[in-house]
């Protein structure tokens, strides 16, 4: 049994420089562009930012913060109401789908947090709301290092009333 466990243990370490070839170190990208988020109650507006990195050829990893820009109004009853997106956060698993070198298409999956204000008739709420997010887009780089980028996000919120928000995005993209 032990000289079963030394011959392997002699073959992963035969194995572990060829595996390090095929192993491909991150490329790191950053996005900065405008978000729509068409709701029920109210379109707002927002400059959001990403940083990922991408792991491997078909998967990777980013982060995203929005800063709401752009409010909206609507009556209730009468009462007019103003809605604002304060900000989001959120963290997403990516997959990518390369169709040439230039052009390339993903998927992706995460968790986020969103805070919005509302105010009628001098009064004014806070609510945060947490959401499992899902969507897709596409890629398209100039060159090497610049390209823009369309998306397409669903935030399902998972409070009891906090409904579905869709987010179509459109960002510079530059890569590291």
């Known amino acids: 049994m032990r000289n079963i466990l030394l011959t392997t243990a002699a073959l992963a370490l035969l194995a572990a420089p060829a595996m390090a070839q095929s192993v491909q ?51 209730f009853g009468g009462v007019p109401v103003k ?51 899902y969507g897709a887009g596409a890629n398209y780089f100039f060159d090497a290092q610049n390209g823009v980028r369309g998306d397409w996000t669903r935030r399902d919120f998972t409070d ?3 409904g579905e928000v869709d987010v179509y995005s459109v960002n510079y993209v530059r890569r590291f």
């Open 83 to 133: 809605i604002e997106h304060e900000y989001d956060v959120a963290a997403y698993a990516v997959g990518y789908l390369p169709v040439t070198e230039q052009f390339e298409l993903f998927g992706r999956v995460g968790y986020g947090t969103t805070q919005i204000k509302a105010s009628a008739a001098g009064v004014s709420d806070t609510e945060d709301g947490e959401s499992v997010n």
């Open 25 to 75: 170190s991150p490329t790191y990208y950053g996005t900065l562009g405008y978000s729509q988020l068409d709701a029920s109650d109210g379109d707002l507006g927002a400059i959001t930012g990403r940083a990922g990195a991408r792991l491997h050829p078909n998967f990777g990893a980013e982060g995203e913060v929005s800063v709401g820009v752009r409010d909206d109004e609507f009556d």
């Open 160 to 162: 009891d009333n906090g």
